[in-house]
């Protein structure tokens, strides 16, 4: 709206300037008046926004830029007594990208965690907002407390009843594999392993993540217009069709928006890792990008290698969000 | 717990059968609902049980597992709560979590109201980059806050938790609300302006109360950003006295042997807020979301 301004009032300050000198006039008054009416509309979105600008500048951006920084610095604890900075170029990135452990193990565990994580959240909150759709008052406000409570299970709670619900002793799962004959008398140690260690963690993040997924497609799923589906149904589709052609492409920002926040938050998934037992630097079997940057930097004092590590899933991260945004911006010409 | 739930008492506009065998089906169309809330229910609920039980089990953590508890006991909570200061902790991340939910309310709406009601320059610029933002992962930012906070003479300081929560909020606050912002229609504010309602009026009786949803909705998040957060807490923290409850917890968890009954008497103070929390605005929360998706 501010933007079709500009000619305008470059014509009116023309006439400013000729009228300078001459007794008040109506029109001018006017002129004046609307000016300056319109400059208060240019400024109040801003003035809406500084406080929040000002936050996201100081505690996010800034310091975003200072990871950077340091990435490019040796900096341990000597450089943070004294103050000083030691840059070494490239030196950082190139120890990262020529640790074998980084390819092999770190990677691998980051990508392929959050894809799976991010693949069953959204599955599983989806076929949960179709079960929500189809189900009567009393069973609805029933089930949608219930995740409800899963969603508000903190991840630091919820991660230690994982912990002990498969703990090697005593926990649920391997007290009834036990009693089962199924494994060997608390000899089965879940944590120790790759692979069963991401799949409790799975397990954690896909119990605390799916039902922000299915609250939020069900709001999706109320404002598909109600003769859509039904003309599908007189025509024959059946309810996979309707899924398909119908509740897909109406709702199709909403999946797109959980489905970013989904990724965003499983690539850098922390607390749950870090807390199960060896997740805080004991077994590097099950590093991730951001467990490893931690542990480089708040046990190890090289912050600079942290932040480098940092760097580069962030780096990740930015690639994911761009390629969201453009299919974003395809889907929709104005956000 | 989760017995298997009587088929839900009305099933939407049930689709007419198209053939014979309609019956089979139809019964079919109606177990499996049943089954698929059985599921869920057991899903979504075994965490929160197991916890809730273990905490009140006086054999949690010595005795072999079992679905239902060999008894009942207080002890893991009286433990807990004599145990260092476990209240203060409560009432520190109660402290963080009402500072962050308020000033995000307060400046994500200010902020939604901008991007969603005024068209200017630079608008979409501004949105890209609060939706980048959100996408910085925190933990890698752990480092330069870490030197930032300490900069600011904030570390170990509950404000300055209070603050870093508020910039993990506000983006996630911004984008919901200026769907729910954008969702008002513009007749309604121009129907208060040419009643003559000056701006800020309108903003308080007109627009506040059609987003107020919107605004619970932003401090569920909020609130559990502050309540849940891990590792700025355990990073910046540094007297015993300003631990949040999630790190006070982290106290109970021993090196070689943990003490389960306390660590779930813990978790069950910690959850049972939010639990209630949720609770309470879920209805607003569920509404909110439908109606701003709506419009």
Partial sequence: ?335 | MATTPTPAPKTPPAPAPKTAAGTAGGRARRAGPALAVAALLAFSLFPVYWMVSSAFDPGAGTRGASVLPSGFTLDHFRYVLDTGDFTTFLANSALVGAGTVLLSGLLSLFAAVAVARFRFRMRTKVLVMILIVQMVPLEALVIPLFLQMSDLGMLNSLLGLTVVYLAFSLPFGIWTLRGFVAAVPREIEEAAYLDGCGWWRMFRSVLLPLVAPGLVATSIFAFIVAWNEFIFAFTFMQDDSKYTAAVGLHRFFGQYSTDWGAVMAGSTLITVPVLIFFVVVQRRLAGGLAAGAIK
Avoid at chain 1, 70 to 75: A, K, V
Wanted: some cysteine; charged content about 15%; hydrophobic content about 50%.
């Fill in chain 1, 1 to 335: 709206m501010s933007t079709d301004t500009t000619d305008p009032a470059r014509h009116r300050n023309g006439n400013r300037r000729r009228d300078r000198g001459r007794t008040p006039d109506p029109e001018r008054e006017r002129h004046l008046a609307r000016r300056r009416a319109q400059r208060t509309r240019a400024l109040r979105p801003w003035l809406l926004l500084a406080p929040a600008l000002a936050v996201l500048a100081v505690l996010l951006l800034w310091p975003l830029l200072r990871v950077v920084l340091l990435s490019f610095q040796d900096y341990g604890l000597r450089q943070i007594y004294t103050g000083t900075s030691n840059y070494t170029g490239l030196d950082n990135y190139r120890t990262l990208l020529g640790d074998s452990a980084l390819w092999s193990t770190v990677l691998p565990n980051t990508v392929v965690f959050a894809v799976v994580c991010v693949a069953l959240t959204v599955i599983t909150g989806t076929l949960v907002a179709l079960l929500l759709q189809r189900l009567g008052t009393v069973w609805r406000v029933i089930c949608s407390t219930v995740i409800m409570m899963a969603w508000a299970m903190p991840a630091v709670t919820g991660t230690y009843v994982w912990i002990w619900i498969f703990d090697p002793l005593n926990g649920i799962v391997s007290g009834g594999l036990d009693s089962l004959g199924l494994i060997e008398p608390r000899e089965t140690n879940w944590f120790t392993d790759r692979w069963s260690f991401y799949a409790i963690a799975t397990l954690n993040v896909v119990h605390h993540g799916f039902p922000f997924v299915a609250i939020t497609v069900f709001a999706g799923l109320l404002t598909i217009p109600r003769e859509l589906p039904e003309a599908a149904l007189m025509d024959g589709a059946n309810a996979w069709q309707r899924f398909w052609k119908i509740t897909v492409p109406t709702i199709k920002p909403v999946f797109m928006v959980v489905t970013i926040l989904s990724t965003i938050w499983d690539f850098k998934v922390f607390a749950q890792i870090y807390l199960m037992p060896g997740g805080s630097g004991s077994n590097p079997d099950i590093f991730n990008l951001g467990v490893w940057s931690y542990h480089q930097s708040f046990v190890k004092n090289q912050y600079g290698m942290g932040s480098a590590i940092a760097v580069l899933l962030t780096l990740l991260l930015l690639a994911i969000t761009v390629a969201y945004i453009r299919a974003l911006f395809k889907e929709r010409d104005e956000l």
